[in-house]
């Protein structure tokens, strides 16, 4: 159970960190292989910046964890996130379960982090497309990981269950369209669970990325979408956590397949596709500021 809570907490982060202008480190990201792979056929920009000076210490008292990513130059804050985390938001990563090899205590030990370049580092970030500044954004969180922590990681792929989400008719009365600023309201995104029951969400305006999240993080594997759905919608979910195997005597929400269906007109078809698991080779505590 305490394995479930800290991928619910850092799930809390995904939805945290708009609010903090930080989800574009927490977007899907290629890998440094596919981005030296494309700069060798002469495709797409590829990441090549640096912090110039970064502060790292422990943070001890749990008051909250969140990102503050500037969208537009090189200053990098985290407070009160794991290793673990930030390993996850380094590489674009939703899925806690396909990061393997963690240490214990980065799942355990919270950092706060402040990062910076020079003038010129955020002259150059500043003209960057902002997919490409988001792309170097996460390389040199990257590469700060692998100085200071001595992270070292690789990918594997093997072949394993995915799903295809789909849209049936019943999807448009059950999940309402919300238009207006999501800040106002992402933080009814925020996971409820209750002992024996499971987990809830009532939405008031969640988007539907953070929905897409949510399903991968409980199904702990890829899932394509195909609904077209874009935006915020207002609606309500409960479910019981895959992780979690009840007694026969308690009275569980449904899984998350059957919750999607019936509770926003959703369906999540089996597949067979590769799914893309990262393997941590060496992890360390950082090196002292």
């Not at 996460?138 to 001595?150: D, T």
Request: aromatic share 8%.
């Amino acid at each position: 159970m305490n394995d479930f809570f800290g991928v619910a907490r850092f799930r809390l982060l995904v939805w945290t960190a708009i609010l903090c202008g930080a989800s574009t480190l927490l977007s899907q990201s290629p890998s440094k292989d596919t981005l030296a792979a494309e700069s060798s056929a002469g495709v797409g920009y590829v990441p090549h910046l640096v912090f110039d000076i970064a502060s790292i210490r422990e943070e001890h008292e749990r008051d909250g964890s969140y990102f503050d990513n500037s969208p537009t130059n090189s200053v990098f804050i985290s407070h009160g996130v794991s290793a673990e985390g930030l390993i996850m938001a380094a590489y674009g990563l939703e899925i806690r379960d396909l990061l393997k090899g963690v240490p214990d205590w980065a799942r355990n030990i919270d950092y706060d982090i402040s990062a910076k370049s020079d003038a010129a580092t955020d002259e150059v970030l500043g003209k960057l497309s902002k997919s490409d500044f988001d792309s170097e954004k996460r390389h040199m969180l990257q590469g700060l990981l692998a100085e200071r922590f001595g992270l070292r990681i690789h990918t594997e792929i093997k072949e394993s269950t995915t799903y295809e989400l789909v849209a049936t008719a019943r999807a448009a009365k059950l999940m309402s369209p919300v238009h207006g600023e999501v800040g106002k309201t992402v933080s009814t995104c925020a996971l409820r669970f209750t002992p024996q029951r499971g987990m809830k969400i009532d939405s008031k305006g969640c988007p539907f990325w953070i929905l897409l999240s949510d399903l991968r993080q409980d199904l702990a594997t890829t899932v394509t979408d195909h609904t077209g759905m874009t935006g915020s919608y207002a609606y309500t979910l409960m479910w019981k956590p895959t992780s979690i195997t009840p007694r026969s005597d308690e009275d569980w929400y449904p899984d998350m397949v059957q919750a999607v269906r019936d509770q926003l007109g959703l369906e999540l078809r089996k597949t067979r596709g590769p799914v893309t698991s990262w393997v941590v080779d060496r992890f360390e505590h950082p090196t002292p500021n």
